[in-house]
């Protein structure tokens, strides 16, 4: 009699579980599909393409690397940094700004390989929305320079080629993660 009560004990246990994460995940779904509407009317009219996937919204866009990247972050950049930056204030998010960029030419200013170039462009643009002091938790934010690593597939509706992007994640998840 007692193994069969520990049993249905054990077995109410992990249906409440299962049900409770059930419901975190429905909860993180509706909180992300409530971001990524947000995003679409605050960033309508912009170059900026908002995506959703099962981390959270990704506002991304595409820039040029320039020869003297590795100093500044061009005005391309600066611009759509700008709005971004005020989308961010709304919310308390963890952030993960990945930088990919396209093969770079042998002779550039900086000498630098792709992943490198990638880093040195996501941690600027850390430190560019960190500067005003506008974040308090400065921990929720992550920079990451993948170079030519992870690029946009090359199909034939974009030529075989991919260009330079700046994806930054919004995570939506209930951790953080």
């Known amino acids: 009699m007692r193994k069969i009560l520990i049993l249905i004990l054990i077995y109410i ?3 409440l579980y299962v049900s409770a994460t059930e419901v975190v995940y429905v909860f993180q779904e509706s909180y992300a599909n409530m971001i990524y509407s947000h995003a679409q009317k605050f960033f309508e009219g912009s170059n900026i393409v908002i995506k959703q996937n099962a981390m959270g919204v990704i506002l991304s866009f ?4 320039q020869s003297d990247d590795c100093k500044n ?3 391309e950049i600066l611009k759509n940094l700008k ?3 005020q ?4 919310n308390k998010n963890p952030v993960i700004i990945e930088v990919h960029t396209k093969k770079i030419a042998e002779n550039n200013f900086c000498e630098l390989k792709d992943w490198e170039m990638a880093t040195l462009i996501a941690n600027m643009i850390e430190r560019e929305l960190l500067l005003d002091n506008k974040f308090k938790d400065k921990k929720r934010f992550k920079s990451v320079g993948y170079g030519e690593f992870i690029s946009q597939k090359n199909t034939p509706y974009n030529g075989f080629n991919y260009d330079s992007r700046v994806d930054i994640m919004i995570l939506c998840n209930m951790s953080g993660d």
């Open 62 to 65: 595409l820039f040029s690397v």
């Open 87 to 90: 989308f961010l204030a709304k």
């Open 73 to 75: 972050l061009n005005s």
């Open 83 to 85: 709005k971004i930056e």
């Open 13 to 15: 246990s992990i249906t």
